[in-house]
């Protein structure tokens, strides 16, 4: 008598040009016993043509490739509605500017592109998980650097924090820093379920998709300040 796996392995999709880095992406994960590749597309149009088909639960999109690139193709894909597959956007800093696009889109995060194979898988789980934070410190950085570069005319009005309560901000707050929900609740004495709670409300009032765009509202609206 046969049985059934305890759990579906993490389906994902990988969007690049480079054969080779393809490659390398898929001999990692594939090597879990959690995950396993799906899908591969060279660039942004076959991508969504793929995923009409084959689906996905992440997908890992680089930015600049030949033909449809990944910020346009993530515009599309996140579009679809917040059942479609969580996209996590490999860049590398010198990219920067082309990636709050694709965060204001909808994309749950980044990744380095020479990031070691252990936080890519780490990754993959943690925006699966529902968590959109990736590599706290890198996602961090690069909120705090897109900030100072976006026009004032792009960026959130502090008004859209009005209907935030005072402990909401709070968790905000600490979001932007990097505090995962079990860090927010030692921090301000409050139970796990209590934050996660806090969270989805703050998601819900700034119809944000996931933390990574509500951290880019806290940014943008000066709520929270680079360095700080």
Known sequence: MSTAPESTPIRVALVDDQQLVRAGFALVINSQPDMEVVAEASDGAQALRMLDSYAADVVLMDVRMAGMDGLTATEQLTSRGA???????????????????????????????????????????????????????????????????????????????????DREREVLVLMARGRS???IGAELFVAEATVKTHVGRVLSKLGARDRVQAVVVAYETGLVTPGS
Do not use: C, W
């Open 181 to 183: 929900n079990t860090e």
């Open 83 to 165: 059942d479609g597959p969580k996209v996590v956007i490999l860049t590398t800093f010198d990219l920067d500017e082309y990636v709050m696009r694709a965060i204001k889109a909808g994309a749950s995060g980044f990744l380095l592109k020479d990031v070691p194979p252990e936080d890519m898988l780490d990754a993959i789980r943690t925006v699966h998980a529902g968590d959109g934070v990736i590599a706290p410190s890198s996602t961090k950085r690069l909120i705090e650097h897109l900030a100072q570069i976006l026009p004032d005319e792009q960026k959130a009005p502090p008004a859209v924090l009005d209907t935030l309560t």
